[in-house]
């Protein structure tokens, strides 16, 4: 029964982090979007000064990748809870991790740039 409950958490641990594809047929949502943006909240726990900013497409575009494909394996992090410096190292080793193309990278990285602690 042991050997049981063991494959079967394995199993659905590894099923969990797999890569997710899209069915044929469908398409993905891409930054580049030419339709209004709607006013978007920050995340809980952004320090008052980030959140009075006003926060440009761009900020919006990456909020939208960082959602979807950040959200994908693990729950998302508050872009608060670190600085510029300290995101550099976590953009350089998550991206190829959540296949982020170079616009994308660079769409999260002005999303947790916006919101990091003492911007």
Same mark, same amino acid.
């Given at each position: 029964?042991?050997?049981?409950?063991?494959?079967?958490?394995?199993?659905?641990?590894?099923?969990?982090?797999?890569?997710?594809?899209?069915?044929?047929?469908?398409?993905?949502?891409? *930054?580049?979007?030419? *339709?209004?943006?709607?006013?978007?909240?920050?995340?809980?726990?952004?320090?008052?000064? *980030?959140?009075?900013?006003?926060?440009?497409?761009?900020? *919006?575009?990456?909020?939208?990748?960082?959602?979807?494909?950040?959200?994908?394996?693990?729950?998302?992090?508050?872009?608060?809870?670190?600085?510029?410096?300290?995101?550099?190292?976590?953009?350089?080793?998550?991206?190829?991790?959540?296949?982020?193309?170079?616009?994308?990278?660079?769409?999260?990285?002005?999303?947790?740039?916006?919101?990091?602690?003492?911007?």
């Amino acid at each position: 029964m042991k050997k049981f409950l063991f494959v079967l958490i394995a199993g659905v641990t590894i099923y969990s982090c797999s890569h997710k594809t899209a069915p044929a047929g469908t398409t993905t949502a891409t *930054a580049t979007t030419t *339709a209004p943006v709607a006013e978007v909240k920050p995340p809980a726990g952004t320090p008052p000064k *980030a959140a009075e900013k006003m926060e440009s497409p761009a900020v *919006a575009d990456g909020k939208a990748i960082y959602t979807a494909k950040c959200g994908r394996c693990h729950g998302l992090k508050n872009p608060g809870d670190w600085t510029v410096t300290e995101w550099v190292p976590i953009m350089d080793a998550m991206a190829p991790k959540a296949n982020l193309t170079a616009a994308e990278k660079t769409s999260v990285t002005t999303y947790v740039n916006f919101y990091a602690k003492g911007s």
